[in-house]
């Protein structure tokens, strides 16, 4: 994506459907030098084997040269047997040159 300039990735994380988020932060990614894989771990310590892989929707909106979109991804992990279901909302903010 040699047009890409800046991208910007503010990240909600809740407990499925939830209505208050329990993290958020931004994310600047330092298009220069970044990968062009974007993994996002569970936010709940306890999870065994979840994260959130964002890679393939974000790339494809990226390369259709979108500027603003939301993306959502539950963590497939588990939580003491038990699925762990944690929701990730992702508001991606692009521009490019």
């Known amino acids: 994506m040699p047009r890409l300039r800046t991208l910007r990735l503010d ?3 809740r407990r ?13 990614v330092v298009v220069d030098h970044a990968p ?3 993994v996002i771990g569970c936010g709940d310590a306890d999870c065994r084997d979840g994260g959130h892989d964002l890679t393939d929707a974000l790339v494809r ?3 259709e040269g979108t500027t603003s979109f939301e993306l959502e991804d539950v963590c497939l992990g588990h939580l003491r047997g038990a699925p762990c279901g944690r929701l990730i909302r992702v508001q991606v903010t692009a521009t490019y040159g």
């Open 16 to 28: 499925g459907e939830s209505l208050l988020a329990e993290t958020r932060h931004v994310r600047h």
């Open 11 to 13: 990240v909600d994380e």
């Open 36 to 38: 062009a894989l974007f």
């Open 61 to 63: 909106r990226l390369r």
